[in-house]
């Protein structure tokens, strides 16, 4: 087989290279593909912080309830309680919220600043994934 240089290659030499290039680009779609199941993960993880801060404002709703119903020092041990519940819900939602943001962020970033396989090779390597 003749390159362009003018130097010959065998069949076996060839065949290498082309067994390397595939092994790279197999390696760079099994990157990609994580990076996407790492994005699903995150979305996953974004929708279940909505919910518990959803939780926690009809939470919110049940204190507006009693207090019509109920004056609220009669019943201010159910309200505490139900005060200090919204608030952690808010607090753990909040953060499943903030962190998958973030992360979905980076993996998009990373997608994206990589147009050749082989720079997304040697940039998942240097990517932190939390």
């Known amino acids: ?10 069949t076996e030499k060839y065949e290498t290279n082309e067994r390397q290039e595939h092994n790279i680009t ?13 994005k699903r993960t995150h979305l996953a993880e974004l929708r279940t912080g909505i919910g518990i ?5 009809s939470l919110l709703t049940v204190i ?3 207090a019509e119903i109920y ?3 009669e019943a201010l041990g159910f309200t ?11 607090i753990i939602g909040g953060y499943l919220a903030l962190t998958s943001l973030r992360n979905l962020r980076k993996d998009a970033f990373l997608r994206s ?8 090779v040697s940039e998942f390597g240097n990517h932190d994934h939390d």
């Open 113 to 120: 600043k990589c147009e050749d396989l082989s720079c997304l």
């Open 71 to 73: 004056s609220v020092i």
């Open 80 to 90: 505490v309680t139900l005060i200090a519940g919204i608030a952690f819900l808010f």
């Open 53 to 57: 801060i959803t939780i926690a404002l």
């Open 1 to 10: 087989m003749k390159i362009d240089d003018g130097t010959t290659l065998t």
């Open 64 to 66: 507006i309830a009693i």
């Open 26 to 38: 197999r390696t760079s779609l099994a990157l990609i593909r994580t990076i996407d199941a790492e």
